[in-house]
């Protein structure tokens, strides 16, 4: 294997001769065997538009040449087209601050800029430092890559996810609105709803968390670049954080703006934490969701088994025959995962000591690794499971006319101890409602007829 010598202030060191990466990256490198977690490359590619956009601002600001705004802005086109992946090696578990892959950034977008200057013919060369890093520090540029990053991952990744399995939720409720049901609370017989009325409670949950979740990523929109080392914006021009963000709202489409408290957007990360809450609250949805359907599905002879789902794999290595319910075992998991995560982001995000907060890579790690979970967890529940549910008649209306609680229809006609003394009766004898009605004589078998109709009970639209 063939070596290069790099520089930095600490001294030499060697580099393997294919890679673009220098020595600040090699020392992360080395120095951090920590772990596989790679920095993720939408952190990476969050990173190299803001280097683009730095650029162009310096160069605005006659602090760059013509040359090497160009040259770090091809470069940067190239990064995030995918050509140079392999030149981002470094684990989460680094500095606090995300100095190291700063700098991966920085050296990786240098070393290709200088290869295009020569191609050129140009005698000018890029510096990591002086040229890719003007006007930025590590302590503003890692967090505003992290609300890049965030805020685009939520937009094209998420919420699309989101999106689809609530049509695939409402194309259900509305299939499923005049399938009459038993209704269960506390795991006991219930009065009765419609299946599509359940359903339309598991849409709406998804309608809320869509909500919550476009108004909290709004924050992520102010940015810390500007900022520089703690806040005072130190060797940029008062201008800079501006034009940043103007440029990354041209390459992104999204509307970013350069904080207007430099000193928070450095120490807090509190708009990662309000968000990533949303994306627990709408962890917790799937959870009741994913539980719901293995429970309604569960049997298919001694459970409930008032739905189908559909039967995608062997569900057990002894058991012929066996199905399970393995979409919602899946996206539960996602879930815990979800959770977990929450925890460490709020503890992580709690240690911003005096002008900065250093537990960056792994709060960004873990909030993305949610907004991936939870897309693809929703889009492999909504496609392996949810368009295939299909309700079971038959069991269906075995359930509800066995109920006992239809007896609360009664109430309104013989009062709430005379309709309980029915159910009680019906249960301890093990006959129907009508029976333990007729023969308690509170009414007649007409008024029962009458009075026990479920469609009267759901509460349906005429």
């Known amino acids: 294997m063939e070596y290069r010598i790099e520089k930095d202030t600490i001294g030499e060191i060697k580099v393997q001769k294919d890679k673009y990466w220098g020595a600040q990256t090699q020392r992360s490198k080395q120095n951090f065997k920590i772990g596989t977690e790679k920095i993720p490359m939408e952190v990476i590619k969050a990173f190299t538009h803001l280097k683009k956009a730095a650029a162009i601002a310096n160069h ?119 399938i009459i049901k038993i209704g269960r609370t506390h795991l006991q017989d219930a009065t009765p709803l419609t299946l599509g009325q359940e359903i339309s409670g598991w849409r709406a949950m998804l309608d809320r968390s869509e909500v919550m979740l476009k108004e909290s990523i709004e924050h992520l929109l102010s940015l810390a670049i500007g900022g520089t080392a703690v806040g005072t914006g130190i060797n940029a021009d008062p201008s800079f954080g501006d034009k940043v963000a103007k440029q990354l709202e041209k390459q992104t489409g999204y509307a970013f703006i350069s904080s207007d408290n430099k000193f928070h957007a450095l120490t807090s990360h509190d708009e990662i934490v309000y968000v990533h809450g949303a994306l627990k609250g709408l962890a917790a949805d799937l959870m009741k969701i994913a539980n719901d359907v293995r429970w309604l599905a569960s049997g298919p002879r001694s459970g409930i088994g008032e739905i189908t789902i559909p039967a995608n794999e062997p569900g057990s290595s002894i058991m012929p025959g066996k199905v399970n319910p393995t979409q919602s075992e899946a996206l539960t998991m996602v879930v815990t995962q979800v959770f977990g995560n929450d925890a460490a982001i709020g503890f ?51 359930n509800m006319n066995r109920s006992l609680m239809l007896v609360t229809a009664l109430n309104p006609y013989i009062g709430y101890e005379k309709a309980a003394e029915i159910a009680k009766l019906a249960f301890n004898e093990g006959t129907t409602l009508k029976q333990a009605a007729i023969k308690t004589g509170y009414l007649t078998e007409e008024q029962y007829e009458e009075w026990i109709d479920p469609k009267k009970m759901v509460n349906l639209p005429e």
């Open 60 to 178: 605005e600001l006659g602090k760059l040449s013509d040359a090497k705004k160009s040259a770090i802005s091809v470069a940067c086109d190239e990064i995030l087209e995918g050509k140079f992946n392999e030149h981002f090696p470094l684990v989460v578990w680094q500095t606090g601050s995300g100095t190291q892959s700063n700098m991966n950034v920085n050296e990786v977008v240098a070393r290709r800029a200088n290869e295009i200057l020569a191609e050129q013919g140009s005698e000018e060369k890029v510096h990591p430092n002086d040229d890719v890093n003007m006007s930025q520090s590590s302590n503003d540029t890692f967090p505003t890559a992290m609300h890049v990053a965030a805020y685009e991952e939520v937009q094209n990744l998420l919420l699309p996810a989101l999106q689809q399995l609530k049509g695939t939720l409402k194309e259900k409720e509305n299939a499923y609105m005049n």
């Open 348 to 398: 992580a995000a709690s240690q911003g000591n005096f002008e900065l907060n250093v537990f960056k890579p792994v709060i960004i790690y873990n909030f993305l690794q949610s907004v991936r979970l939870l897309a693809d967890g929703m889009v492999s529940f909504d496609e392996n499971c949810v368009q295939g549910l299909e309700p079971n008649l038959d069991v269906i209306e075995e």
